[in-house]
């Protein structure tokens, strides 16, 4: 009887402690907002990052020269006030934010960008998205290591205040660039306490070491659980921040990212489960978000394997893909097919050269290549990360290569960091893929295959492709310009370095008691702006 | 027990495994159990051959769909027909039971009586040996053995079986502590026959009960634990399935589409009591110390 009283209170006391524990965002009237964000950042350090996730992190704790208004998806000031655009459209003269400050309270000077690009820019850095920089003058030169003295790259202190930037060409979407972390500026003085300007991975990016300039500061890192930032009240416009904290979750499985957000345990998820979809369209239509989204799902293919080296075998697995049947069937919320890369209508653009299904087509390239009836193939592994999503196309793809070529396909999947080590380290066949666009203009899409480019990751090295997107960067014209990509597309499909399968569409759901949540074609989130506010009882 | 063998002289004695085989046929229970458990086998390999479709063939206009007459069991999100897959995961998860279990089984069983039966310095080393084991994260102990192995997943269904012995080892070394002590150890002590004698024909016969029950016990277990290595990206890989793939992709779409969940779990649980049934039912007919009737 005893034993039982004990255990029946110790039960109690377990109740109660969970109770107070778990918690809703505003128990002592602070407002946390709670964000599903799929994986854990791969650092802090904006110059070394290539992912989403790490997009939406770090837009909480830095802010680039301009902000965008996502709902016009026109720039707005950032960490600089106001700027003005020579006529030419080459030189930028930014002022920054008077009362601009960092984290730790130190002012934000124009040296704080020239310290960072040079950053970004220095080639024993090694940083992967480097080429969101070459836009500036020199820049390019002076990140192969053909150019040592950065003074002549276009960045220039005019005063603490004053930042001019000069351009290779006139650049169309500048401004909008600057909400891509590759531009954030970063702290010179926490960067070196810890280590030398090109130490990658060193300690400052570390909860109390961490310094930024964006509406919040880095509050806990704790790896695979929980990354928080909350309100820094040196931002300089700290009086329209909504939020006192937001929390990422990196939950890789949707499954359980779904669940914590029925429990009530995120206010915002990153995606849906695919089979959920239909029954909260039935059921809970007013938590369920679907909107356009500006990015693209593909395969990569290893140009420096066998048998992909061989382009006749790419484009015949490319020319093997039902993306119509993809689309319609497995997708299921709205996703069109894909036959190129750059998604449709990208701030006007629309690839004319278009990838068919044609099996047929397909069997007499991979026959012509010496593998008639995929005899002789050698066998091909899909990788992809651990998601069931993926694992889903995967498993469609597969069958459908398998059916029609009479290849041998195995899956093999992996954890994103390793996936994504595996691919940069050309060590797979085919890789599931995908590219969210950083700024609504189709160059972004593409420059990703510039040869040696940090997001290449296929091997492809094409001096005329290349060509065609340099002479779009200096193509002040717009029509000409458009030739150009349209002219770098063609290469990148004819050579079918990858197999385009459908265009993205962002899904997500929110808690309605979350608000000012702009849907926008990057699927940006202006932490800022972002409010909470429970509903009356 | 030194009369029971006396009087086995006249009656021309049986052995323990006929004698065993004779009680075994009188356990209903485990009879049914041992009958179940071959359909589920003959399900698992001869069944596929009489199913119209392929475990990858694909139908992907038709996707989920619910049990009807064209797919008994229904089909997955790819439209893939479920009863084929329920039999091809079959195959995967009675090889990885019968394979991983036989192989703990081996190296335990070996490894324990061992112990047990020599004990002194030798026993106190191979123990601690198992407590290292123990203490070694086991998903990561199997993967070491993946990397050493590849990923070949019939050598997986091995490596499932070389950590799961551990437990194995420590029961049986507790029941030859206990039976060394025993008047009959002795008497084979007193005829000089030699360790391996010993260990194989007395020890070993003797400490069946617990090492049966374990046994079925452990079977569960690796197949739960080669649905979570698959997931890994250890296992098998898809397209190919296992039960426990199965499931846990039926949980995961249980709301929606709950005939995924049910039928592999049907499956899994009812091999699984069959299993413990015929477990039991073995336990109890190769008891040695049960009186003849």
Partial sequence: ?537 | MSEAIALQEYEKGTSLWADAWHRLQKNRLAVISAAGILCIVCFAVIGPWFTAYDYDQQDTALGASAPSAAHWLGTDPLGRDLLTRVMYGGRVSLLVGLCATTVSLLIGVLYGAISGFIGGRVDHFLMRVVDVLYALPFTIFVIILMVFFGRNFILLFFAIGAVEWLTMARIVRSQVLSLREKEFVEATTVLGLPHHHVILRHIIPNALGPIIVYATLTIPQVMLLEAFLSFLGLGVQPPMSSWGILIKEGVETMEEYPWLLLFPSITLTGTLFALNFLGDGLRDALDPRVSKD
């Fill in chain 1, 1 to 537: 009887m005893n034993r039982l009283l004990v255990f029946a209170l110790a039960l109690a006391g377990c109740v109660a402690l969970a109770a107070g524990c778990g918690g809703g965002a505003t128990d002592d009237g602070k407002k946390v907002l709670r964000v599903g964000n799929r994986s854990e950042v791969q650092d802090l350090d904006p110059h070394l990052c290539t992912g989403v996730a790490e997009q939406r992190a770090l837009a909480s704790i830095f802010q680039g020269l301009a902000d965008l208004d996502l709902a016009t998806m026109k720039p707005i000031p950032g960490a600089a006030a106001s700027w003005t655009i020579s006529e030419d459209g080459l030189v930028y003269t930014f002022a920054l934010q008077p009362n601009g400050k960092w984290s730790n309270g130190d002012p934000v000077v124009a040296g704080d960008f020239l310290y960072a690009y040079k950053r970004m820019l220095t080639p024993a850095l090694g940083s992967e998205y480097a080429y969101m920089l070459h836009c500036l003058k020199n820049a390019k030169a002076y990140n192969e290591g053909t150019l040592t003295d950065f003074g002549q790259v276009g960045v220039k202190v005019v005063d603490d205040a004053t930042l001019e930037l000069t351009l290779e060409a006139p650049t169309p979407y500048f401004l909008s660039m600057q909400i891509h972390y590759s531009w954030f500026p970063v702290p010179q003085k926490a960067i070196e306490a810890f280590g030398e300007m090109t130490t990658r991975g060193s300690e400052w990016t570390r909860p109390g070491n961490h310094v930024g300039n964006g509406p919040f500061k880095l509050k806990d890192w704790r790896p695979d659980e929980v990354l928080a930032v909350e309100r820094n009240p040196n931002y300089w416009n700290a009086g329209s921040v909504k939020l006192d904290e937001v929390q990422f979750y990196p939950i890789s499985n949707e499954q359980t990212e779904e669940r914590m957000f029925r429990n009530g345990e995120l206010d915002l998820t990153y995606t849906v489960p695919m089979f959920k979809i239909e029954s909260y369209r039935k059921e809970h239509p007013e938590l369920l978000q679907i909107h356009p989204y500006l990015g693209s799902y593909f395969y990569r293919f290893n140009l420096t394997r066998k048998p992909f080296d061989d382009v006749r075998v790419r484009q015949a697995f490319s020319l093997a893909l039902n993306r119509e049947e993809i689309a319609a069937n497995v997708c299921k919320a709205g996703e069109q097919p894909a036959h190129f890369f750059t998604p449709p209508n990208t701030a006007g653009y629309t690839s004319q050269h278009q990838v068919e299904t044609n099996i047929e087509k397909a069997k007499a390239l991979l026959a012509e290549a010496g593998y008639p009836n995929g005899q002789g193939l050698p066998p091909v592994e899909i990788l992809y990360n651990s998601s069931e999503t993926d694992k889903i196309f995967a498993e469609t793809v597969q069958n459908m290569w398998q059916g029609s070529l009479g290849a041998t396909i195995t899956l093999r999947n992996q954890d994103y960091k390793i996936y994504l080590d595996s691919m940069t380290g050309l060590n797979y066949d085919i890789a599931r893929s995908m590219w969210i666009g950083d700024v609504v203009d189709p160059v972004n899409f593409l420059e990703c295959f510039l040869t040696g480019g940090g997001n290449n990751r296929t091997g492809f090295a094409s001096p005329e492709f290349d060509a065609a997107i340099r002479a779009a960067y200096a193509e002040p014209d717009v029509a000409k310009r458009e030739a150009h990509l349209q002219s770098a597309e063609k290469i990148l499909l004819e050579n079918a370095v990858i197999a385009p399968v459908f265009f993205y569409t962002q899904k997500f759901l929110q808690d309605p008691k979350v608000k000012n949540v702009v849907p926008n074609l990057l699927g940006q989130y202006a932490w800022q702006d972002i409010d909470i506010v429970e509903p009356a009882a």
